[in-house]
């Protein structure tokens, strides 16, 4: 587990070293595998051990490829098993290790286990998703329960018209629940994954994992929304006890000599959280939470909050990163992901201040707990696309679903043109500051046509930024953010505490900077972090007495601002607009 704990890992299940948005290698316009592989060295110069590709599995595409019909096959639009095969070789080549996503709360409605179990109540794999007959009232037929799918507002069952019975789908109908109840299945799923290793996947990044266990007798869920018929199950279909069970068997049977990182969406505690990743649980090697998503949203839906504050963002982190390695858990350390809006755009500055404020990001990410997780385009200062691109733009499944769904919402309201406008603007300020979109833009390698990302055009239009923010520009200039994130990476590789030490949050109601520090109690080795996250001027006063903290031996470690290294603190430490420092308070004691 130390290993993975250590490493840098380049991932993000949709585009980062995946496969749509990255590097096309077939004038297709989609990223391809050779194209991932073609760029493996570049990874490795940044300083990445681990590439974690999102799903390349045969799929309709649906959901992006969250949505599989063939486990053991590729799609074709990616290429095939033997440029896997390459990928595969030029990671390992350079001692990086190789993670696939596995996605097994569900498959496509098109993967044969689907079509052989809708095809009668008595096919051997009927159970291997969820059958129920519904329920009659009034003599209307209805789903058996009122829970909702994730994506739209509609139920999560789904009427068959061949088999006479509702399947349940907590996300798309093309996307029916595996029944990890089915010991058959269990079978299946751990053999497909022996494949996988056994052709040289070095271990699994696993998909909404914590989705697989459902509650008995499917009952109602609570009305949490009482504008909508149907409701979000919660507990009743996320972090229940029989997930473990699973895990632990999933363990034994296959991962007991590889490593994973469970993906678990939810807003339960971290000790619910910790039992994922404790080492003498058997399970995990860490874990994807999302509580720091929301600091900026209003609930745990896509709703943006634009009066958030900083310290929203702080007591979500100054919790997760003091209570979960406390209670033995460990964490994936990440920012931004496939589904995440671009962290610059969320806390940064897009116009001038943009390079510093992407470092201040970077100085954030590089310091906080756990094994680091970059996504594509975060090296570069990626942002959100801009706000003046039409809807057709937009590929996402989950922002098509929700336009189409408020303004059905909207007609069944007889909204009035103004209200229509209104209730829209908000809609769109959702999608735009929080929706998925923007991290799937493709990467922006140099400035020529597409942005080097293809040589034909891109299934999704390249931000239009991308003559002035790509990797050839920004990599050839040493005050880029680039060549920052490169300088951290390397840091971090040689000062364990800002990976395994102790997370100390200082002046937590602070609403515009961000202190902390990270002190390793077994070597000494301690730093302190200082952050100004605002557009304005902030003056930090360090005062020993109340935060406990000597800084009579401080000397600067890294900064995005002009503070020479190796200065020292004397006073208030003054930091201008995105400006952030790292100081180092005691270095590790000799072996």
């Given amino acids: 587990m130390a290993k993975w704990r250590a490493a840098s890992a380049s991932g993000g299940r949709r585009r980062m070293c995946t496969r749509a948005s990255f590097k096309d290698h077939a004038a297709n316009g989609h990223g391809t595998l050779r194209g991932i592989a073609s760029q493996v060295p570049y990874l490795h110069d940044l300083g990445i051990d681990i590439v974690w590709l999102s ?7 649906a959901d992006m490829g969250y949505d599989i019909s063939d486990y053991q096959a590729i799609d074709p639009r990616y290429g095939t098993l033997e440029d896997w095969d390459a990928v595969r070789d030029a990671c390992h080549a350079r001692g990086m290790k190789l993670v696939m996503d596995l996605v ?24 291997w998703y969820y059958w129920h007959p519904g329920k009659v009232v009034d003599g209307v037929r209805q789903p058996p329960n009122n829970w909702r799918s994730r994506f739209g507002s509609g139920s999560a069952w789904a009427w068959d018209e ?7 789908h907590l996300f798309l109908k093309e996307q029916p629940d595996l029944n990890w109840t089915s010991p058959g299945l269990r079978r299946a799923v751990y053999d497909m994954m022996r494949w996988w290793l056994d052709r040289g996947c070095d271990g699994f990044r696993c998909d909404v994992i914590n989705f697989i266990a459902k509650a008995p007798g499917f009952p109602d869920a609570p009305v949490t929304d009482p504008t909508k018929e149907f409701q979000f199950a919660g507990g009743l279909a996320v972090n229940r006890p029989e997930v473990h069970t699973y895990l632990k068997e999933m363990y034994t049977e296959v991962l007991s000599h590889y490593d994973a990182v469970g993906e678990c969406p939810g807003k339960d505690s971290p000790e619910s959280f910790a039992a994922y990743s404790r080492p003498e649980n058997h399970e995990f090697q860490m874990v994807f939470n999302f ?29 997760w990163h003091v209570e979960l390695p406390a209670l ?48 594509q385009g975060q090296e570069t200062g990626q942002v959100n696309m801009p706000a003046d691109w039409p809807e057709s733009e937009y590929k996402d499944i989950e922002a098509t679903q929700r336009l189409e769904g408020e303004r059905a919402y909207l007609d069944r309201l007889g909204a009035t043109p103004e209200q229509r406008k209104e209730h829209m603007a908000r809609v769109w300020r959702d999608i735009r500051s929080a929706g998925r979109d923007s991290p799937r833009t493709p990467m922006q390698w140099d400035e020529s046509a597409y942005a080097g990302f293809s040589s034909s055009e891109p299934w999704m239009r390249v931000h239009d930024d991308y003559p002035q923010w790509n990797v050839a520009k920004l990599r050839a200039d040493p005050d880029s953010v680039w060549s920052f994130y490169a300088r951290l990476l390397r840091l971090r590789k040689e000062r364990l505490a800002l990976i395994y030490g ?14 902390y520090v990270r002190h390793d109690e077994a070597s000494g080795e301690k730093y302190l972090v200082l952050l100004n996250l605002g557009r304005g001027e902030q003056s930090v006063t360090l005062d020993p007495a109340s935060w406990g903290v000597d800084v009579s031996s401080a000397q600067l470690l890294v ?27 005691a270095e590790a004691l000799p072996n």
């Avoid at 061949?162 to 349940?168: G, I, N």
Wanted: cysteine-free; glycine content about 6%.
């Fill in 55 to 61: 799903p390349v599995y045969a799929s309709p595409q």
């Fill in 162 to 168: 061949a088999s006479q019975e509702y399947y349940l």
């Fill in 559 to 585: 900064s995005n601002d002009d503070a020479k290294e190796g200065e020292g603190i004397s006073g208030p430490v003054e930091l201008a607009p995105y400006s952030g420092r790292v100081y180092t308070l």
């Fill in 328 to 375: 033995g858990g460990w964490f994936a350390n990440y920012i931004e992901n496939h589904d995440q809006p671009r962290f610059v755009s969320r806390v940064g500055s897009e116009g001038d201040l943009r390079n510093k404020s992407a470092k201040l990001v970077a100085l954030l990410h590089i310091t906080l707990t756990g094994t680091l997780f970059l996504y």
């Fill in 104 to 127: 097994v709360n569900h498959s496509s409605d098109q993967h044969q286990w689907f079509k052989e179990s809708r095809r009668s109540k008595t096919d051997p794999k009927r159970d």
């Fill in 502 to 515: 102790k997370f100390i949050p200082l002046d937590a109601d602070a609403d515009d900077n961000y202190s």
């Fill in 291 to 319: 509580h720091h998503q929301y600091f900026d949203r209003d609930g745990a839906e896509r709703r943006y909050k634009p009066d958030w504050v900083l310290s929203d963002l702080k007591k979500l982190y100054n919790q």
